[in-house]
């Protein structure tokens, strides 16, 4: 009982501590890290959300398509990427993701395209 215990225990610990590990950036730390070639936006929402609006510069590849997309992005393996989605709950799912394939540099953007558009920074829409 104790050994199953104490291994309850260590499992629940890792799962905190590797929630604990993506940092999350605000909508204007964000912007500024790609406007100075610090970091990748990676948007993983679903097309017809990135259809809608999306930041200028991001990747997009859907958080249902991760896995299976991984090689389009192997090259920001050790440079600094932004996960967003609409609201940051998709994209920490992704980020998670991307630590686990071993990205050195992983960061959520704080309330996602949402907070982007209420802090007043830019989107592109897709042409008609």
């Known amino acids: 009982m104790k050994k199953r215990v104490c291994t309850m225990f260590a499992l629940l ?5 590797l929630g604990a590990t993506i ?6 730390q ?4 790609q406007q100075s070639n610090e970091a990748v936006i990676l948007d993983v929402r679903e097309t017809d ?10 990747i997009h590849i859907p958080l249902g398509e991760m896995q299976g997309r991984m090689s389009e992005i192997a ?5 600094s990427v932004i996960t967003q989605c609409r609201s940051g709950t998709r994209s920490e799912k992704a980020a998670q ?4 394939a071993g990205f050195s540099s992983v960061y959520n953007l704080e309330g996602g395209i949402n907070a982007w558009q209420k802090a007043d920074l830019a989107i592109e829409q897709k042409a008609k």
Do not use: C, D, F, T
Not at 49 to 58: L, R, V
């Open 13 to 17: 610990m890792s799962q905190v501590a």
């Open 75 to 79: 090259r920001y393996k050790n440079s």
């Open 49 to 58: 959300e990135w259809n809608a609006g999306h930041i200028a510069g991001a």
């Open 23 to 28: 940092e999350r950036v605000s909508p204007s």
């Open 97 to 100: 993701a991307l630590k686990q």
């Open 30 to 33: 964000a912007a500024q890290m």
